[in-house]
Structure formats: structure tokens, C-alpha cells
């Protein structure tokens, strides 16, 4: 079965949402399911000047999509630039082929905004 970018980012979300309500069920029944207090879904920028090809209208309706069903879901949205992640890239690859076993550049640099936002916004708060 091939899975696109896009059903992989759909089916991660409704995971997500899944497993946030399941949680959230649990604590109503008293059981610590260590549910964290936000969610947030961090998605990276695309602004491209110029002409749209019909590659660029797709990954602009994806985050338009990603951004809509997040916020149907009730969870925060992070937007971060392209260069955000680049701090973060040498520690998002040792994890992606530690959890992978594979050189996946899409999900290296899905994982480096995660971190990103995670030392920016968690840590460092």
C-alpha cells in the first residue's frame, strides 16, 4: 500500500485526536492517563512568489487543510518559517534514523520543526 505525505499527515492527526480522547475519557474516569494540557501541531511555511504550479497550490491547500483540522480539533498551530528547523536538523536526523532506519528527508525535517518549537517554546519557554 503506498501512503502519500498528505494521508500520512491526515492519519497522524486523527491518531492524534484518537489517542487524545481516549486520554481524556480515562482522566474523566479518574485514571491518570498523563494527558498533556495543549496539543500543538507545528507546520512549516511555504510562501512562493511567483507563478503556482500545481505543486505549489497543493502544498498550500495541504497546510490550509492541516491548519483547518487542527484548529477543528481544538489544537494550538505553530507556523514556522523554513529556516526555523536548521538548528535543529543534525539531532532530528540522529532520531530519524534511530526510530527509521531510513534517510527520510521529509520527516528529518518534520522532526527538526517539532524540536524546534519543543526548545523554543517548552524549554526555553
Known sequence: MHVT???LQL???????????CANLLAQ???????PVEVTVVIEDFIGGGPRSKDNIHTMKTIGMLQGLSHWFGYNVRIHQPQTRKHRLDEARVLARTHTNANVPHATDALAHGLAY???EVIDG
Not at 492519519?11 to 480522547?21: G, M, P, Q
Open 5 to 7: 505525505p498528505v494521508e
Open 11 to 21: 492519519l497522524s492527526l486523527h491518531e492524534l485526536h484518537r489517542w487524545s480522547e
Open 29 to 35: 474516569l479518574g485514571i491518570d492517563a498523563r494527558i
Open 118 to 120: 519543543v526548545r523554543k
